[in-house]
Nanobody
Framework: QVHLVESGGGLVQAGGSLRLSCAAS????????MGWFRQAPGQDREFVAA????????YYAESVKGRVTLSRDNTKNTLYLPIDSLKPEDTAVYYC????????????????????WGQGTQVTVSS
């Protein structure tokens, strides 16, 4: 069982920055591919970013590329997602997710490829 807890969301003006964090339970965090997704009201869940097990490779959605730098600290079981130059269209609930069962590629972009999810943290960007 893996427990994920997101934090760092809030209300920010357009152009501002936030750093989202995701704390994970368990002793095998370094074996999980981790990802972030978001869901705006009335919209489908959307992939944001993913990171390899040891943090040496990342993959980003085009909508956030150049504005986010996903990282992880496997000694602290924590995932970090700083987001710069926030836009109103970034407003959403942000979820971190873990793939704990695959041993293949370093990233996954589909929600169905992740087996554990956090409860989410709200990000609201005002114009």
């Amino acid at each position: 069982q893996v427990h994920l807890v997101e934090s760092g969301g809030g209300l920010v003006q357009a152009g501002g920055s936030l750093r989202l964090s995701c704390a994970a339970s368990g002793r095998t965090f370094s074996t999980y591919v981790m990802g972030w997704f978001r869901q705006a009201p009335g919209q489908d869940r959307e992939f944001v970013a993913a990171i390899s097990r040891i943090g040496d490779r990342t993959y980003y959605a085009e909508s956030v590329k150049g504005r986010v730098t996903l990282s992880r600290d496997n000694t602290k079981n924590t995932l970090y997602l700083p987001i710069d130059s926030l836009k109103p269209e970034d407003t959403a609930v942000y979820y971190c997710a873990a793939n704990t069962y695959s041993s293949g590629t370093y990233y996954y972009t589909l929600g169905a490829q992740y087996d554990y999810w956090g409860q989410g943290t709200q990000v609201t960007v005002s114009s």
